[in-house]
């Protein structure tokens, strides 16, 4: 929106968009297009490659996950790679845009090596999410920035926010605005290669073990934020990682793993008890949980009628599946794009993620619980 080149944004400055956003808003937009309305004054994301906009590409490292090359991007606006792991928008980018912004706010690394962080963060949000990360630290060290890095750097922003626009306007900005969050996958993906590799499968206590220390992590990350001023959590639970084409593969009949599904299910299930635990405790807190695991589940029974002729293969790679090689340039691509459930052989297409974040916002409500994301956009605490 308003021309953005300065380097830095004064308080004054700061709240004379945001007045006017308010003040468009109110008017009902004459001459502003709708799409432009922000139910928010920011969004901070932080997760996984389903959420990631970039910041891998900065991440040095030869193992680093990278969506840096063609045919990554094909869909998105000049048809070039940004770093998501999709073939146009992600999933951050469609909660953004119901939120009323063009996209995700930009990927941490790239707001720092532009040194145009703390404009960025006070005006519409920073994106810390890495492709690779986990809830646990532990999950595919030194291959990503593990959540509680991107804890790190969200306080780190939130201290140069302060410097730049006193606390007040900080706490009421970040009070406001929206917290995306979207983690855990690799997580289970490590959990299950790590029992691969012993050739058993996990007993019940080791399980429980797994989950605990998954909740303690994520609520520590969640309370820690809160402490800093956030207020409304969105938060895009797991879904069936046992169905995504890279793990079908591994069964002749190309089914799903059904042990990898009931985990994150577990997951899932103790990630809901104790966020209304968590709700319960810290004052003004208020959640969403997008039910992406149910959604999937739906749409895998019947692909038809959301749209979609295939539910089980990758639209870009190679071999059975399209899981058998990588998504790169030469390899396989599917002709209707939109018509797939999953661009590579782990991560949704743009249109999957379009048709998720329509779900999270405007139902139906047994995909989000308590309250879907467009009512967690406008309560007030
Ligand atoms: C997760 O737990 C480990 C120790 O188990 C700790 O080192 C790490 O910082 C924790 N992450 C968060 C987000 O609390
Ligand atoms: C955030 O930064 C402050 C200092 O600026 C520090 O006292 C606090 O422990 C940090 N919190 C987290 C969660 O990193
Ligand atoms: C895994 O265990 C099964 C059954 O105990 C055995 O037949 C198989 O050879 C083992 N595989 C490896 C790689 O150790
Ligand atoms: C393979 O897929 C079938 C369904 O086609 C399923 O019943 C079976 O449990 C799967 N095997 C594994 C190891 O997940």
Known sequence: MVGMKKKSVGLGRLSLMLSMVQ???????????????????????????????????????????????????????????????????????????????DKSPPAYLVLKARNYLVPAALVMGVNYASAGAGILDSTNTG????????????????????????????????AKSFFL????????????????????????????????SLISNYSAAITELYGMGARKFGIINVGPVGCVPSVRVANATGGCNDGMNQLAAGFDAALRGHMSGLAARLPGLAYSIADSY??????????????????????????????????????????????FVFWDSVHPSQQANKLGAKAYFHGPPQFTSPINFNQLANYNS
Do not use: W
């Not at 979207?182 to 029992?195: K, W, Y």
């Open 294 to 339: 149910a959604l999937t589940q739906l749409t895998f029974a019947d692909p038809g009628a959301a749209g979609y002729a295939n539910a089980d293969s990758a639209c870009c790679g190679g071999g059975r599946l399209g899981a058998e090689g990588p998504c790169q340039r030469g390899a396989a691509l599917c002709g209707d794009r939109d018509r």
């Open 181 to 212: 969050f979207g983690v855990g996958s690799n997580d289970m993906f490590a959990f299950a290669a790590a029992q691969q590799k012993l050739n058993r499968s996990a007993t019940p206590s080791e399980v429980e073990a797994f989950y605990t």
């Open 23 to 101: 003040v468009l808003g109110a008017v009902g937009g004459g001459g502003v297009h709708p799409s432009k309305m922000r139910l928010v004054p920011a969004v901070y994301v932080l997760g996984d490659s389903t959420l990631d906009v970039g910041n891998n590409n900065h991440l040095p490292g030869k193992d680093v996950p990278r969506a840096n090359k063609p045919y990554y991007g094909i869909d998105f606006p000049g048809s070039k790679p940004t770093g998501r792991f999709s073939n146009g928008f992600n999933a951050a980018d469609y909660v953004a845009k119901n939120l009323g912004f």
């Open 143 to 174: 291959r990503s920035i593990p959540l509680s890095k991107q804890v790190v750097y969200l306080n780190s922003t939130r201290a140069e926010m302060v410097a730049k626009a006193g606390s007040g306007a900080v706490s009421d900005l970040l």
